[in-house]
């Protein structure tokens, strides 16, 4: 069939019609990806501040070598994924338990507890973790106040071990019953995504770090510079 002009021109329309389309199409995804890589940078960098303050809580209070304290962070990923507890929540629990007992395992099996006993009744793991802290350093009155189905004649009369040897038996076996539940699998499979993106986000933070670097060194003096010369104003330098 012969090609007219008609055709060429309808051809060409059609071209820069989904031109149009495309563009609009990267610039949403290249939209998407920005803000996504910010979201996961600042994700990672709010997850870097929180595992340097447990880690040295763990330094200030235990014996623990470099690697057994590089280990934790490890730990804490498969503890939260694993009980679905957000690890912004684990890692002060674990720091409260580990200023008590000064021993980073007595604290993860005390964690362990406190996780089943939170789920079992409700309660805030904070509120529980700091119960079972006051009690290891000789105070029961929080632990008795949480309603834990431990009479006052125990509390004053048994060890700490006994105690929480009675807990364990209770408390028993909450998290991995509630880990049946669709809710649960949904709030793993967030925390499992979020982890991702926090992951994603580490490996972003050294550029980051030397952009902001290369920004307060360079272009912050200039821009001030700048600002200076057109106010008459003296250069705020910092220092």
Same mark, same amino acid.
């Given at each position: 069939?012969?090609? #007219?002009?008609?055709?060429?021109?309808?051809?060409?329309?059609?071209?820069?019609?989904?031109?149009?389309?495309?563009?609009? $199409?990267?610039?949403?995804?290249?939209?998407?990806?920005?803000?996504?890589? !910010?979201?996961?940078?600042?994700?990672?960098?709010?997850?870097? @501040?929180? =595992?340097?303050?447990?880690?040295?809580?763990? =330094?200030?209070?235990?014996?623990? #070598?470099?690697?057994?304290?590089? $280990?934790?962070?490890?730990?804490?990923?498969?503890?939260?994924?694993?009980?679905?507890?957000?690890?912004?929540?684990?890692?002060?629990?674990?720091?409260?338990?580990? =200023?008590?007992?000064?021993? !980073?395992?007595?604290?993860?099996?005390?964690?362990?507890?406190?996780?089943?006993?939170?789920?079992?009744?409700?309660?805030?793991?904070?509120?529980?973790?700091?119960?079972?802290? @006051?009690?290891?350093?000789?105070?029961?009155?929080?632990?008795? @106040?949480?309603?834990?189905?431990?009479?006052?004649?125990?509390?004053?009369? @048994?060890?700490?071990?006994?105690?929480?040897?009675?807990?364990?038996? #209770?408390?028993?076996?909450?998290?991995?019953?509630?880990? #049946?539940? $669709?809710?649960?699998?949904?709030?793993?499979?967030?925390?499992?995504?979020?982890?991702?993106?926090?992951?994603?986000?580490?490996?972003?933070?050294?550029?980051?770090?030397?952009?902001?670097?290369?920004?307060?060194?360079?272009?912050?003096?200039?821009?001030?510079?700048?600002?200076?010369?057109?106010?008459?104003?003296?250069? !705020?330098?910092?220092?």
């Amino acid at each position: 069939f012969p090609v #007219t002009i008609k055709d060429v021109d309808n051809s060409a329309d059609q071209i820069a019609e989904f031109g149009k389309k495309a563009a609009l $199409a990267f610039a949403a995804v290249g939209a998407a990806a920005t803000a996504f890589a !910010v979201s996961a940078v600042k994700a990672a960098a709010e997850d870097e @501040k929180a =595992r340097k303050n447990l880690e040295q809580t763990i =330094r200030s209070n235990t014996k623990a #070598t470099e690697d057994q304290i590089k $280990a934790i962070d490890s730990y804490i990923t498969k503890q939260s994924i694993a009980t679905a507890t957000t690890d912004d929540v684990l890692r002060p629990a674990l720091g409260r338990l580990i =200023r008590s007992t000064q021993d !980073v395992t007595k604290a993860q099996e005390l964690l362990t507890l406190a996780q089943e006993i939170s789920i079992a009744t409700g309660k805030p793991l904070e509120t529980v973790t700091n119960a079972l802290g @006051k009690a290891y350093e000789g105070s029961n009155t929080a632990l008795g @106040k949480l309603g834990l189905g431990i009479d006052q004649t125990t509390l004053k009369t @048994k060890s700490f071990d006994e105690i929480t040897q009675q807990l364990a038996q #209770t408390y028993n076996g909450f998290v991995a019953n509630e880990a #049946t539940n $669709a809710e649960f699998k949904f709030k793993q499979l967030s925390i499992a995504v979020d982890e991702t993106k926090e992951q994603i986000g580490a490996a972003l933070l050294p550029i980051v770090k030397e952009l902001a670097d290369y920004l307060l060194a360079v272009f912050v003096p200039n821009l001030q510079a700048f600002a200076a010369g057109l106010t008459g104003e003296a250069i !705020v330098t910092g220092k």
